[in-house]
């Protein structure tokens, strides 16, 4: 069993920045692959980034690439996402995930455990 915790998130305008963490902790022996996904009122969960523990790759969606940073600490299980010139389409609840597979998948149904999610929201 895997249980995360989110935190970071809060407004901000556009433009801005926010950093994300995500806290993991029981049976975080590395063997799985990180993930954050958003939902937006209205619309669908959808994919945003995701990182393996060791050897770090990383997977973002193309919405997010070259503004968003997905990182891990090791020693202390925690998974960041920096978020850079936010846009207001970037509003959304943003929920980390933990997957047994080994690649950093973007298929929602494919992660196995969720944090209960952090409000980001973006104004124009």
């Known amino acids: 069993q895997v249980h995360l915790v989110e935190s970071g998130g809060g407004s901000v305008q556009a433009g801005g920045s926010l950093r994300l963490s995500c806290a993991a902790s029981?049976?975080?022996?590395?063997?799985?692959?990180m993930g954050w996904f958003r939902q937006a009122p209205g619309k669908e969960r959808e994919f945003v980034a995701a990182?393996?523990?060791?050897?770090?790759?990383?997977n973002y969606a193309d919405s997010v690439k070259g503004r968003f940073t997905i990182s891990s600490d090791n020693a202390k299980n925690t998974v960041n996402l920096q978020m850079n010139s936010l846009k207001p389409e970037d509003t959304a609840v943003y929920s980390c995930?933990?997957?047994?597979?080994?690649?950093?998948?973007?298929?929602?149904?494919?992660?196995?455990?969720w944090g209960q999610g952090t409000q980001v929201t973006v104004s124009s």
């Open positions: 990182i393996n523990w060791s050897p770090g790759i990383t």
């Open positions: 029981g049976r975080t022996d590395r063997s799985y692959t």
């Open positions: 995930a933990a997957t047994r597979y080994r690649t950093p998948v973007v298929v929602a149904s494919l992660y196995n455990y």
